[in-house]
């Protein structure tokens, strides 16, 4: 059973440009959020998606949007990068039958230059 | 908004018990976890309570919950060097499946 999957591992990036970053999650799970981990931080909530509409927000930016494939899958897109966008994002999957626990991905590293 | 606090950092010898603690302000949260966290890598969760329970006991792991002083800790016995990592506490609230972080416990174990 195959857990919860990131794609790329590693991103450089530079200002201004534009950013997608994709999740699959655990088997049988079909809600999905996303959270940004500076250095040195804990995660910092993002968004989450459900019936491939997002369901709640945090305290981000337009610039961070979103999207859930029929499949389940998730993917991040971050536009006009910034410099403080460098971070690691992590994608968690929950069943919402059982939405007491969430499972984290590899998560994928952003260096914004 | 939530707000969930940690120690930064926590050293024990081998075999010693670690107890790493951690205080929430959101009186509403419903599960409370602890994730592990290992360099360069996502996070593990490694338990959860449910907010009306005191104690839960899974193998080397102990959680304790005090609901009215809002906090939280987990205890490791017998705490090995493969346990060094990063721990976070997080809360869930009343929001759906959203979860508040703590900054995290660096845990060094020392041979």
């Known amino acids: 059973d195959a857990g919860v999957t990131q794609s790329p591992t590693h991103l450089i990036k530079t200002r201004g440009q534009q950013v997608t970053l994709r999740c699959s999650p655990k088997?049988?799970?079909?809600?999905v959020s996303w959270y940004q981990q500076a250095l040195g931080q804990g995660p910092q909530f993002i968004f989450q998606?459900?019936?491939?509409?997002?369901?709640q927000r945090g305290n981000f930016p337009d610039r961070f949007s979103g999207h859930q494939f029929p499949n389940y899958s998730s993917e991040l897109n971050v536009n006009a990068l910034l410099l403080g966008d460098s971070a690691l994002y992590l994608c968690?999957?929950?069943?919402?039958?059982?939405?007491?626990?969430?499972?984290f991905g590899p998560g994928t590293r952003l260096l914004v230059l | 908004g939530e707000d969930v606090e940690q120690s930064l950092f926590l050293s024990v010898r081998e075999g010693d018990s670690s107890v790493i603690n951690c205080t929430y302000t959101?009186?509403?949260?419903?599960?409370l976890y602890w994730y592990k966290q290992e360099p360069g890598a996502g996070l593990q969760l490694l338990t959860y309570?449910?907010?009306?329970?005191d104690m839960k006991q899974d193998q080397r792991l102990t959680v304790l919950l005090n609901k009215k002083d809002k906090h939280l800790s987990l205890r490791i016995a017998d705490t090995q060097t493969g346990d060094s990592a990063i721990y976070f506490c997080a809360e869930r609230g009343s929001t759906l499946g959203r979860l508040y972080f703590g900054r995290g416990t660096q845990l060094t174990v020392w041979p």
């Open positions: 968690a999957s929950s069943s919402a039958r059982a939405q007491e626990t969430q499972y």
């Open positions: 309570i449910f907010s009306n329970m």
């Open positions: 998606y459900y019936e491939e509409e997002e369901r």
């Open positions: 088997s049988g799970h079909d809600t």
């Open positions: 959101d009186s509403s949260s419903t599960y």
